[in-house]
């Protein structure tokens, strides 16, 4: 993403958390984790160490993949757009070396049937995990292709049973400054907030990933679970996810906050629509010296035009 850098003073009050408050959040986090511990469980694909690169096991071949040459390895964790680790690409790799991915767990929120602090195993475990090719495609007009390991977010949302009243999903991304270094400057309005209408979250294609490559989640790509919506803007797939809340009115999202006429709830992959600032019609894959045409939804019309059926494209951005 471009930035507009914001004087001191235009800083609002409200985007100054006190340091009380995040300490407080942090502890019940790490209590909440400890509860979650106690459970039964059976060691299944995410067991084992904190440690970076730990293989996932038991993973199937999911559907939707694209045989598209894979981004390296090598591109795909140290070119990245993780704010609260800095707002340069290679900013996330260096500076979140020291973070803590585990213990964690995740908030659920709203109008749901089971409504809970989740140990991030526990939301995990009962699914199978699977492999999905997908093309990320960045507002910034560049995309890669990545192996990701996850689980359909639909299938997380059926067992916490959202009441009829849940029109939409919100998530947002951990808020602690001591980990997250970006966070002490007021770049964003953190926590970086992200969200769904329900159908969105509901469609096969949209993924809790926990992993990519084989291996767990590295931190610069949004360990230990972040979104992955394919055919939006790379934006919309927030990373480090602790809070998901059923909600009956459209979530606020953090880049629409930044600057709403550059950024849409929607989001929507679209060559036809421009940013203010840049053309849409053609992006980078990472990689690759020539340009390509960028595709409707990021080349997964087929899947998901049907969502949008009878809606103006150029005006719900
Ligand atoms: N919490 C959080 N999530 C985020 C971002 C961020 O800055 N903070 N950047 C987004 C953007 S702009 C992109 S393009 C993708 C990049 O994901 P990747 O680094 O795994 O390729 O993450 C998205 N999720
Ligand atoms: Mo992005």
């Known amino acids: 993403m ?19 408050v995040y300490l407080d959040r942090r502890r019940f986090l790490r209590a909440a984790a400890v509860a979650g511990a106690g459970a039964a469980m059976a060691p299944l694909a995410l067991a084992g160490s904190a440690q970076a690169g730990a293989k996932l096991t038991g993973v199937v071949k999911g559907p939707y993949s694209t045989d598209e040459e894979q981004t390296k390895y090598e591109s795909v964790t140290s070119y990245n757009n993780f704010y609260e680790f800095g707002t340069g690409k290679s900013d996330p790799a260096r500076n979140s070396r020291n973070f803590k991915p585990k213990p964690w767990s995740v908030a659920i929120e709203g109008t749901v ?28 007009a560049w995309s890669m292709v990545i192996p990701w390991i996850g689980i359909p977010l639909g299938d997380v949302i ?21 980990q997250m270094p970006g966070q002490r400057r007021s770049v964003l309005d953190w ?12 469609h096969p294609l949209t993924l809790l990933a926990v992993g990519l490559y084989g291996e767990e989640m590295p931190n610069q790509n949004g360990a230990p679970i972040r979104l992955v919506v394919p055919w939006k803007y790379g934006y919309k797939s927030i990373k480090s996810i602790v809070r998901m809340r059923f909600v009956e009115t459209q979530p606020e999202t953090a880049w ?40 409707m939804f990021n080349g997964y019309a087929e899947e998901v035009a049907g969502l949008y059926t009878g809606m103006d494209l150029a005006k719900y951005y």
Request: charge should be positive; glycine fraction near 4%.
């Open 158 to 178: 059926k067992r916490l049973e959202p009441t009829s009243k849940a029109r939409y999903v919100a998530f947002d991304t951990l808020h602690d400054p001591e």
């Open 191 to 202: 926590p970086y907030v992200e969200g769904l209408r329900m159908d969105e979250a509901m």
């Open 2 to 20: 471009l930035i507009k850098i914001r004087k001191a003073s235009d800083v609002r009050g409200s985007e100054i958390t006190p340091k009380s």
């Open 113 to 140: 049937a089971k409504p809970a602090v989740y140990d991030f195993e526990d939301l995990i475990r009962p699914h199978k995990l699977e492999e999905r090719v997908y093309r990320l495609r960045c507002v910034e």
């Open 256 to 295: 629409n906050k930044a600057s709403p006429r550059e950024y849409g709830f929607y989001s929507n992959v679209n060559p036809d629509v421009p940013h203010p600032r840049w053309s849409q019609r053609r992006e980078r894959r990472i990689g690759f010296f020539f340009k390509r045409d960028t595709l």
